[in-house]
């Protein structure tokens, strides 16, 4: 589902683009890569020298960048195999805005295209001088599939996963609490208003995943509602 020249629109949602990766120099690079190269150099400005140990702005710029090319080889420069492989999965057009690091965490966000999950977009996790792992929005085709990756998130505790493929609320909603204590057992999906409701039983109760999206799109969690017995 990739292409380095092309945008292809999915004629069942509009809104959705497919991934269009950049050429050196193109709106695309100097555009989210550009801003994070410009955060890292204000960084490091004073204090750059040949043993300087790079930022994780700088850092994940250049994986960015590499990305765009398509150049792998470049990109294993500078990140783990692990990183390299999922980064060069993604489905969707290359984001356009860098949102900046927190720390070791730098994120590449979409500002014109809806994608599935809070994530919106590409986040790294820098150690060292090293991209050591890619979150990325989720392109996943099934209700069951979303719902099932978003629980298996949390059963490991791994909000960024989860926002792969769940809302920033449903997230919020869920990672309140660590898994465990009881025992979950996946009920599947069905049809409900506006989109499909995915259910875990559980001692006591049950927990429903209200999910929006379609086969096209992909799907996502939109929200969370439990009931007691």
């Known amino acids: 589902m990739r292409g380095s020249k092309a945008v292809v629109v999915l004629a069942a949602a509009a809104t959705l683009m497919l991934p269009v990766r950049a050429e050196a120099g193109t709106t695309a690079e100097t555009g989210a890569a550009g801003t994070a ?3 890292a150099g204000a960084t490091t400005g004073a204090s750059a020298g040949a043993s300087a140990a ?3 702005a700088s850092v994940a710029t250049k994986l960015f960048r590499a990305w765009l090319r398509d150049d792998r080889a470049a990109a294993a420069a500078v990140a783990s195999p692990a990183a390299v492989k999922t980064l060069f999965a993604y489905v969707y057009r290359a984001p356009d805005k860098s949102a900046a690091c927190v720390k070791n965490a730098c994120r590449f ?3 014109s295209v809806r994608v599935p999950g ?3 977009g590409i ?3 820098v150690s060292g001088s090293k991209v050591a792992k890619v979150y990325e929005s989720r392109h996943i085709t099934s209700a069951a599939k979303a719902a099932r990756y978003f629980f298996a998130a949390w059963k490991a505790g791994d909000r960024n996963r989860g926002l792969e ?6 997230v919020k909603t869920l990672f309140k609490a660590k898994f465990g204590g009881v025992g979950y057992m ?4 069905q049809a409900e208003t506006g989109g499909q409701s995915c259910a875990y039983s559980y001692e006591g109760g049950a927990m429903f995943l209200h999910m929006r999206g379609s086969k096209a799109r992909g799907y996502e969690v939109r929200s969370i509602s439990y009931i007691a017995d």
């Open 37 to 39: 190269a410009t955060a």
């Open 54 to 56: 790079p930022t994780p």
């Open 109 to 111: 966000v979409h500002t």
């Open 118 to 120: 809070g994530l919106n």
């Open 123 to 125: 986040l790294m996790v």
């Open 165 to 170: 493929v769940g809302s920033s609320a449903a």
């Open 186 to 189: 996946y009920q599947g999906c």
